[in-house]
Nanobody
């Protein structure tokens, strides 16, 4: 199914690592973009990382150098590898997809551009 399903959320101490997974059949489509977003209580939804079917990627400033987005098209799974976790990474993490790409540009981190969302998976990082 295209609608994403996230998994892998857990609790970690600062400095630890965690990998989130997102299952979606959108990776079988010719053109698609997929993104991870997160939302902490009382805060706006924030774009974390995005990837399209060509492998173009984009990262939010707060996670650059620590998080890596990847995809396994054969398994229809997207991943978010999170290293050097910080307490400010604590949030509900959402996977979102859309059947389009942005020609000549990396996929956006604007939540309004994505039309199918998962239910979220909780990540908690303690100091």
């Amino acid at each position: 199914q295209v609608r994403p399903v996230e998994s892998g959320g857990d609790s970690r101490q600062a400095g630890g690592s965690l990998t989130l997974s997102c299952a979606s059949s959108v990776s079988s489509e010719r053109r698609y973009s997929m993104a991870w977003f997160r939302q902490a209580p009382g805060k706006e939804r924030e774009g974390v990382a995005a990837v399209d079917n060509f492998g173009s990627t984009k990262y939010g400033e707060s996670v650059k150098g620590r998080f890596t987005i990847s995809q396994d098209k054969a398994k229809n799974i997207f991943y978010l590898q999170m290293n050097n976790l910080k307490p400010e990474d604590t949030a509900m993490y959402y996977c979102a997809v859309v059947r389009r790409i942005w020609i000549g540009s990396a996929p956006p981190l604007n939540p309004g551009e994505y039309d199918s969302w998962g239910q979220g998976t909780q990540v908690t990082v303690s100091s």
